[in-house]
């Protein structure tokens, strides 16, 4: 569907419908419990939060290992002062470093200790098999498809920039 399509759609329906009210707290509560269930089951399996595994995750993924605690919060969509008080804890339990910047004095990189690391590999894999349990055993291939083309459009439709930037280099 253009551009210009899902506009005319947009103007021609300006209200939700109760069955797409119906479907959206659907999402909401399914998605919701989904966090919760794989929240209770990571604690359970490593002692980490569900908080704690993203922050690792975010470091593990980075560059070095390591990310200035302003580009952490945007990475993981936190506020920073929730970030900090996080990362105190994670600190404490050695988790992570924080290390003044080199390149500003303002700000502080944050590190995956060594530590940090055979906690978070240890939790991988039971969190990764939680994951199958509850969401993926839960749909068949081409459920999944759906999802991935839903997941698609919803992304395309709030980052409509991003969707024009790749049509042009798909065009190039």
């Known amino acids: 569907m253009t551009d210009a399509e899902l506009a005319t759609r947009a103007v021609a329906r300006p209200r939700m419908t109760s069955n797409e009210l119906t479907i959206w707290r659907c999402l909401l509560d399914t998605t919701g419990e989904l966090r919760k269930r794989l929240g209770t089951q990571i604690l359970q399996d490593s002692s980490?939060?569900?908080?704690?595994?993203?922050?690792?995750?975010?470091?593990?993924?980075?560059?070095?290992?390591?990310?200035?605690?302003?580009?952490?919060?945007?990475?993981?969509?936190?506020?920073?002062?929730?970030?900090?008080?996080?990362?105190?804890?994670?600190?404490?339990?050695?988790?992570i470093r924080r290390d003044d910047c080199a390149t500003d004095s303002r700000g502080a990189e944050v590190s995956l200790t060594e530590d940090g690391a055979a906690v978070f590999r240890r939790a991988t894999a039971p969190h990764l098999r939680a994951i199958k349990k509850h969401f993926a055993d839960a749909l068949t291939p081409d459920q999944f498809q759906a999802l991935a083309d839903i997941l698609q459009a919803l992304q395309n439709h709030l980052h409509p920039e991003s969707m024009a930037d790749r049509l042009g280099r798909d065009r190039s």
């Open 48 to 95: 980490l939060s569900p908080a704690d595994y993203q922050v690792l995750l975010a470091l593990k993924e980075a560059a070095g290992r390591r990310l200035r605690s302003s580009e952490l919060a945007a990475n993981i969509d936190w506020e920073r002062s929730r970030l900090s008080h996080h990362l105190g804890r994670m600190e404490r339990r050695g988790l």
